[in-house]
């Protein structure tokens, strides 16, 4: 990963949750939506919530009295969130670097970050981090792409763009999104960060 991998400011906010969000986020969203609906969990926190897809998701499968923070490092990002979620006061958005959280330990019943880790400079760190912001026995959920020779859509565009560029072909797809789906390398390093197993896939 570069520095500029993580900057996702100016047009990018409107251009993802245009173009990107439906065609290859939004059936995710559904997915860690529906797993964590399942927990019945009271306080949630999202990290590297972009442009917010997983709290529209979210929201709607969240009880009454719950209380959900929705978190991204570009505060771009939580912008184009607000302006896309209905009122709804049980979502607090602010922006928060996932390494070094704003909250009080044991705070969370679940974590969440959907397509998120792979950006984090410290991952083990970034593990920690909602660990430590979880209470005994909440659940961590997040999700990585696997590699991008198994992901027809991300494969195709960074080789169509290599035909372009031919010199200096763009590997950000290839290197970030897709960079992180060693399974041994994410559980070992869920482990260095103390995060207990409960079924990792
Ligand atoms: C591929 S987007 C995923 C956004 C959203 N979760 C989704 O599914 O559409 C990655 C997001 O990670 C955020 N991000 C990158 N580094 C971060 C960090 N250290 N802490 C929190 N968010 C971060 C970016 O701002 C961006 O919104």
Request: charged share 20%; with cysteine; hydrophobic share 45%.
């Given at each position: ?27 995710y969203?559904n997915d860690l939506a529906e797993r964590t609906a399942a927990l ?18 979210l929201?709607?499968r ?48 679940a974590?969440l ?26 659940s961590?959920i997040f999700n ?55 079924p990792?896939?």
């Amino acid at each position: 990963m570069t520095e500029n991998d993580s900057g996702f400011v100016g047009s990018i906010p409107e251009i993802y949750d245009t173009y990107l969000v439906p065609l290859i986020f939004e059936a995710y969203a559904n997915d860690l939506a529906e797993r964590t609906a399942a927990l019945s969990p009271k306080a949630v926190l999202e990290t590297a919530a972009g442009s917010g897809v997983l709290a529209r998701a979210l929201a709607p499968r969240l009880a009454p009295d719950a209380r959900y923070f929705v978190t991204d490092l570009n505060q771009a990002m939580l912008d184009h969130a607000t302006s896309r979620q209905g009122p709804d006061g049980r979502i607090t958005w602010q922006q928060a670097d996932a390494l070094d959280l704003p909250f009080d330990k044991a705070t969370f019943d679940a974590v969440l970050c959907q397509f998120g880790v792979m950006f984090f400079p410290d991952r083990v760190a970034g593990y920690a981090e909602a660990r430590r912001v979880l209470k005994p026995g909440g659940s961590l959920i997040f999700n990585v792409w696997d590699k991008i020779e198994t992901n027809e859509f991300a494969d195709v565009v960074t080789q169509a763009a290599a035909t372009v560029f031919p010199d200096d072909p763009p590997r950000f797809i290839a290197r970030t999104p897709h960079g992180y789906h060693n399974f041994e390398l994410i559980q070992d390093e869920l482990i260095l960060a103390g995060v207990s197993r409960s079924p990792w896939k």
